[in-house]
């Protein structure tokens, strides 16, 4: 089994700055790209990628983020990080880590996190 976990969330005030992480353990043979995703609250709001990264380091980032958020990933130890600078209250969101793995004699998957939470609130 692959399991992925987030870390990092928490309540902070506009204009501030958060770094989530997200790391992958279990029967790891391989894994490709990682991406951050989140949803925020309300009825009807949808999950939006954030920001994702290959395993050879390529980006893409949501128009939102562009320019505020940075993603980076440790291949070693099987982890991604999202620097989140000037926070809005339009960030507020759970963030969601997704990776696309191979487990040890199996096949490829996408395996998500529970989330964190992200408040940006004065």
């Known amino acids: 089994q692959v399991h992925v976990v987030e870390s990092g969330g928490g309540l902070v005030q506009p204009g501030k700055s958060l770094r989530l992480s997200c790391a992958a353990s279990g029967s790891i043979e391989a894994m490709s790209a990682m991406e951050w995703y989140r949803q925020a609250p309300g009825p009807g709001n949808l999950r939006e990628l954030v920001a994702g990264i290959t395993r050879g380091g390529s980006t893409n980032y949501g128009a939102s983020v562009k320019g505020r958020f940075t993603i980076s990933r440790d291949n070693a130890k099987n982890t991604m990080m999202l620097q989140m600078n000037s926070l809005q209250p339009e960030d507020t969101a759970v963030y969601y880590c997704?990776?696309?793995?191979?487990?040890?004699?199996?096949?490829?998957?996408?395996?998500w996190g529970q989330g964190t939470q992200v408040t940006v609130s004065s």
């Open positions: 997704k990776a696309e793995a191979k487990e040890i004699g199996g096949t490829w998957g996408d395996y």
